[in-house]
């Protein structure tokens, strides 16, 4: 059956139109922008085959246009508008956070370190500096390190945010593993930033822990 033969309730852009993009399913998501799928198969079949055989979603994702058009469902002009599509998506969140902008939402915060740390292959740990007003200054990649871990000096953190002239500081780090749960010495490694930052009147104001989902915030845990 072809999906416009199939219920509204279950087509994917209707879905979309009734309660927006967060409900579809990674395939259904898919199937939007493949259009159709292969010969004799609808896009919701071709999206599924394709996430389980070189996704998941991330995975397949984080591929280069020559990559993804070797998958078979996408070829070259798939391909281009899937990567240019990302970057959009990238450079919208990345606007959020420009050099003057107000923090006024927290989340958005999050969403600016998942666009930044997500892909990298190894941690990273970055921090973003704001003046009193909560208007971004600057963002930068302090410390890199193996697949597993990388060792951040809190020393540093505070001589850039002085640097900066900086009132507070958001910082995060990724989990190239994909699990977002803070570990021990994430929680140790915040609380030994906020007294150092704190000995020069500059305030913690989160850490985001980045992974496969949604970032994991240690201030809305309580660890702050």
């Known amino acids: 059956m072809h999906i416009r033969d199939w219920p ?7 879905k ?3 309660h927006g993009a967060r409900i579809l399913s990674d395939a259904e998501l898919l199937a939007i922008f493949l259009g ?26 984080d591929r280069s246009a020559r990559e993804l058009m070797r998958v078979p469902g996408l070829g070259p002009a798939r391909a281009c508008r899937l ?6 998506g990238q450079r919208h969140l990345a606007s959020d956070l420009k050099r003057g902008t107000t923090l006024t939402d927290p989340d958005s915060a999050g969403r600016y370190f998942v666009q930044r740390l997500r892909p990298q292959s190894h941690e990273v740990f970055a921090v973003l500096f704001l003046d009193t007003r909560h208007r971004a200054l600057a963002f930068e990649e302090l410390f890199r390190g ?13 001589r850039r945010a002085l640097a900066h002239n900086a009132a507070a500081v958001i910082v995060g780090h990724n989990h190239p593993s994909g699990n977002a749960e803070p570990s021990t010495a ?4 915040t609380l ?5 930052l704190a000995l020069v009147q500059i305030r913690l104001l989160d850490h985001f822990v980045i992974g496969d989902g949604l970032p994991v915030s240690l201030a809305a845990r309580g660890w702050m």
């Open 8 to 14: 509204d309730s279950e087509r994917p852009r209707e």
């Open 192 to 196: 030994r930033l906020r007294e150092a």
């Open 36 to 61: 159709s799928g292969l010969p004799g198969q609808d896009a919701i079949r071709t999206s599924r085959e394709m996430l389980q055989t070189h996704g998941p979603l991330r995975q397949l994702l």
């Open 16 to 18: 979309l139109l009734a």
């Open 83 to 88: 990567v240019a599509a990302l970057e959009l």
């Open 186 to 189: 994430d929680r140790a490694v």
């Open 146 to 158: 193996t697949i597993d871990g990388a060792e951040v000096h809190p020393r540093e953190v505070v």
